[in-house]
């Protein structure tokens, strides 16, 4: 059973920096073969941010494209999101996720449904960007 452990949430003004970071244990190499980050974005709703494929194919949601960048090592089992040029309206949980298939396929919806369909899920770290 894949395990997931995120670091690196915090609290940052407007137009800085966080670097979120994510680890794998266990489970196989095929249930990490798409590895990301959800937020949510409402009480009961989140949005995937950011993911990359064991084979590197990116996906990034429109609203931090050239801002946020994903990276990853297959090596290590590691996920990383770098956020730059932070915004208040970034400020929320952000959950690192790895799946046997593209997390792409749940992109947005109700955060219990995603979780449901999209592999597993860490306990989420928070993100504060003040103005």
């Known amino acids: 059973e894949v395990q997931l452990v995120e670091s690196g949430g915090g609290a940052v003004q407007a137009g800085g920096s966080l670097r979120l970071s994510c680890t794998a244990s266990?489970?196989?190499?095929?249930?990490?073969?798409?590895m990301g980050w959800y937020r949510q974005t409402s009480d009961h709703e989140c949005e995937l941010v950011a993911s990359?494929?064991?084979?590197?194919?990116?996906y990034y949601v429109d609203s931090v494209k050239g801002r946020f960048r994903i990276s990853r090592d297959n090596a290590k089992n590691t996920i990383d999101l770098q956020m730059d040029q932070l915004r208040s309206d970034d400020t929320t949980m952000y959950y690192c996720?790895?799946?046997?298939?593209?997390?792409?396929?749940?992109?947005?919806?109700?955060?219990?449904?995603?979780?449901?369909?999209?592999?597993?899920w860490g306990q989420g770290t928070q993100v504060t960007v003040s103005s």
């Open positions: 266990g489970g196989t190499d095929g249930d990490l073969t798409d």
């Open positions: 996720a790895a799946s046997a298939k593209s997390l792409r396929l749940n992109s947005r919806g109700y955060c219990w449904g995603l979780r449901l369909n999209s592999g597993r």
């Open positions: 990359k494929s064991r084979d590197f194919r990116t």
